[in-house]
């Protein structure tokens, strides 16, 4: 079983609804991670928590919205939304994120479908 | 910046027969980490098997092992024993100094175990 836990397991969503994905882990790991993945393709890196502030944005569109409450969670709040923004969504944990030995651990994912 | 690069089309593979996955990668850092990823169709990403850029052994863990020839920038994993439950797409990655230790992924293997 993975030990990084996403919920829901699929969302469909229209393009006006306001959504949530939300994502924890217990392994003490200080860094969090959201990425994007069409199929077939590899994950596309999105944003980067460390110590529960936000390290990184890979210049995504306003529309995706993170949070991080503790440094357990780890939410991805999404508004208005486009078809184009179906596909699988992973949230991964390490243990930090200067460390080029430290694997990072994915959830399942959670299948977006805009309507 | 860091390149992985994966070119084998996707493979069918005998049940029991070993499989072999190439990696190529480019990087300017002496220190970085190298990792291999299995994406089965559920869509989780499950970490294999790390190896360390001045580690002088090949990493090994259970049937999966990491054919690590430095001076060719090439870390092969090599799956023994092939299981019906290896057919996935296989995604090799690597972790330097660049971009604060960004994860770099490979365009991935897809893997078919036939009986």
């Known amino acids: 079983d993975t030990e990084v836990t996403q919920t829901p397991k699929h969302l469909v969503m229209g393009m006006t609804n306001k959504k949530s994905l939300k994502c924890e882990q217990h392994m003490g790991h200080r860094a969090m991670y959201w990425y994007k993945q069409k199929a077939k393709k590899p994950p596309e890196l999105m944003f980067v928590?460390?110590?529960?502030?936000?390290?990184i944005n890979e210049s995504v569109p306003s529309r995706f919205s993170p949070e991080c409450p503790n440094s357990s969670l780890l939410n991805l709040h999404l508004h208005a939304l486009q078809p184009e923004d179906s596909a699988l969504y992973l949230c991964?944990?390490?243990?930090?994120?200067?460390?080029?030995?430290?694997?990072?651990?994915f959830g399942n994912g959670t299948r977006l479908t805009v309507t | 910046a860091q390149k992985i690069t994966q070119t084998q089309p996707g493979m069918f593979v005998q049940e029991k027969e070993a499989v072999t996955l190439d990696c190529t990668y480019d990087?300017?850092?002496?220190?970085?980490?190298l990792f291999w990823y299995k994406q089965p169709s559920s869509g989780e990403m499950i970490f294999l098997i790390y190896?360390?850029?001045?580690?002088?052994q090949n990493a090994t863990e259970g049937r999966y092992s990491l054919n690590f020839q430095k001076a060719r920038k090439s870390a092969n994993l090599v799956i023994s024993a092939s299981q019906l439950g290896d057919s996935a797409m296989y995604f090799c990655?690597?972790?330097?100094?660049?971009?604060?230790?960004?994860?770099?992924f490979g365009k991935g293997n897809q893997v078919v175990v036939i009986p």
């Open positions: 990087t300017s850092d002496q220190s970085y980490g």
């Open positions: 990655a690597m972790r330097g100094s660049y971009g604060n230790n960004r994860l770099a």
């Open positions: 190896q360390g850029s001045y580690d002088e």
């Open positions: 991964a944990s390490s243990r930090q994120v200067g460390n080029s030995n430290s694997p990072l651990h």
């Open positions: 928590y460390s110590y529960e502030k936000l390290s």
